[in-house]
């Protein structure tokens, strides 16, 4: 990836910013956006900054411009093109278009006439409008050059309904189909497109929702009120799809997946690489073998899937 230049939207924390971290491990000069700077909070109310990742990436090998960008404003994402033109001459070889912001607004527990409708709204516009805008304004400058690669990041490598609510449903749905229309379109101009997705994030938000570290990750395992924690056994680090998606960006047959969702899971299995602490989870081995099949996870050895 040396000399290639990247952006990651949504790379404040979670998976952008391990995807961030792990292109520029691999050499790429990445634009790091999202809305929390260390002088600028979001609605979030998260205390990762965009200026953190773009620290973590420099450390890691590579170069990190952190731009803040919100990407609900479409004048927002001009700027951040102006910026890409400015200071690489508008090249960008990887787009990774990860915004979501939807946790505070998503109700899972409500029947959907029940919800906030603002809050409905809300979840589509951050996690979908968001992609539209990003497209719209930079596929532009991947499509200059032949070799593009857009990936889309969304949660879940099929469109079956799981029950978490309708508007997260269309949200992440509608990522899916945004990279199959991609994976159609960009051919036409030498590019790939496809999505990606991680299985049970560990990411710094569910640490905090279960009231672990990275360090004790595995006590809300065992936690007797936490009613995930069979399945957050075989979690895995946000770096996990981050290494998928450097291994996807380095790889001269990727169009070759042009179209696809592919899980993290899907990606070890492709690449071989491993999560930060040596493992290999399989989320999806454990749904279809586990969960599935109407075995208790709590009873069931978590350890062939990892």
């Known amino acids: 990836m040396t000399g290639k230049v990247a952006v990651v939207t949504g790379a404040t924390r979670g998976c952008g910013r391990a995807i961030a971290v792990e292109l520029g491990r691999a050499g790429a000069t990445v634009f790091v956006t999202g809305r929390t700077t260390r002088s600028a909070g979001s609605p979030m109310k998260r205390a990762e900054t965009i200026e953190d990742t773009a620290e973590l990436v420099d450390a890691a090998g590579g170069r990190g411009i952190a731009v803040r960008c919100d990407f609900t404003s479409v004048s927002d994402v001009d700027s951040l093109r102006d910026r890409i033109e400015s200071e690489v001459d508008g090249q960008l070889d990887v787009l990774v278009d990860d915004v979501w912001g939807g946790d505070p607004f998503v109700d899972f527990d409500?029947?959907?006439?029940?919800?906030?409708?603002?809050?409905?709204?809300?979840?589509?516009?951050?996690?979908?409008?968001?992609?539209?805008?990003?497209?719209h304004r930079l596929l532009p400058l991947v499509v200059r050059r032949p070799g593009g690669?857009?990936?889309?990041?969304?949660?879940?490598?099929?469109?079956?309904?799981?029950?978490?609510?309708?508007?997260?449903?269309?949200?992440?749905?509608?990522i899916r189909a945004i990279g199959r229309a991609l994976g159609a379109e960009l051919p036409k101009h030498g590019c790939t497109g496809l999505t990606v997705?991680?299985?049970?994030?560990?990411?710094?938000?569910?640490?905090?929702?279960?009231?672990v570290t990275e360090e004790n990750w595995r006590d809300a395992v065992t936690d007797p009120g936490n009613p995930h924690g069979p399945d957050f056994a075989i979690s895995e680090t946000p770096s996990y799809l981050g290494r998928g998606v450097a291994a996807l960006a380095a790889d001269p047959e990727v169009s070759r997946f042009a179209g696809k969702t592919l899980a993290s899971w899907t990606l070890m299995h492709e690449y071989g690489f491993t999560d930060v602490d040596g493992s290999q989870p399989d989320f999806g081995r454990w749904m279809t073998e586990v969960r599935d099949r109407g075995l208790n996870p709590a009873t069931t050895d978590p350890s062939p899937y990892r």
């Open 110 to 135: 409500s029947a959907y006439w029940e919800s906030s409708l603002d809050n409905a709204l809300l979840v589509v516009r951050n996690a979908v409008d968001t992609h539209l805008i990003a497209l």
């Open 149 to 174: 690669l857009v990936i889309e990041v969304t949660d879940g490598d099929n469109d079956d309904y799981v029950g978490a609510g309708i508007p997260y449903y269309l949200a992440k749905c509608s």
């Open 197 to 211: 997705t991680p299985g049970f994030l560990r990411s710094e938000f569910m640490l905090d929702h279960f009231g």
